[in-house]
């Protein structure tokens, strides 16, 4: 790599060669398609061209390189959620997964507290809550979008549930309902 760096771009080729399979298998781990896989590989590898300077020769070229094809991953996939609206309006059809005991049919009406609930959780909190229960995210695909582990998203998603809970519990105590909060 000190050579790219240099300027030496022929020797681009022998690190693609060295590094190519390597990041096609971590490609794979987010996406299901080859080709879309092979074209984040190539990504990398343009990447890795554009920041070359960044490069510190002291630093393994291994865990540098990785970095970037993590990276490239992570916006792969955060731009197609965004594109396919990711994190969409919730519906009637979507409260299942809050798991309250409600004695009658989920309506509008208590979607509208749902949502109300979900607005005054913390960013982050809402969009973990939101990729496990609604988008169906595992814990290991939320951790990588999130760069933490799965077990602190688990906590995560956990206490987000929690708390949605108490508040959709306040706002129907305040408007005269009585469901029990699991």
Request: aromatic share 8%; net charge positive.
């Amino acid at each position: 790599m000190a050579a790219v760096r240099e300027g030496h771009l022929q020797q681009l080729a022998v690190l693609f060669q060295r590094y190519r399979a390597r990041a096609l298998g971590l490609c794979l781990r987010f996406v299901d398609e080859r080709a879309t896989a092979q074209d984040l590989v190539q990504e990398a590898f343009l990447r890795v061209l554009r920041y070359r300077g960044s490069f510190r020769p002291d630093s393994p070229f291994g865990a540098w390189f990785r970095r970037i094809v993590h990276n490239v991953c992570l916006d792969y996939v955060s731009a197609s959620r965004r594109e396919s609206g990711a994190l969409r309006e919730l519906g009637p059809e979507d409260l299942e997964w809050c798991a309250f005991s409600v004695p009658d049919a989920v309506d509008e009406e208590q979607v509208a507290r749902v949502r109300a609930a979900l607005a005054k959780l913390g960013a982050r909190d809402r969009t973990a809550l939101m990729l496990k229960r609604v988008e169906g995210w595992s814990y290991a695909e939320i951790a990588t979008r999130f760069g933490t582990s799965e077990g602190a998203e688990r906590v995560r998603v956990h206490r987000a549930l929690q708390r949605l809970r108490v508040l959709v519990h306040k706002t129907h105590a305040i408007e005269g309902g009585g469901y029990a909060v699991p």
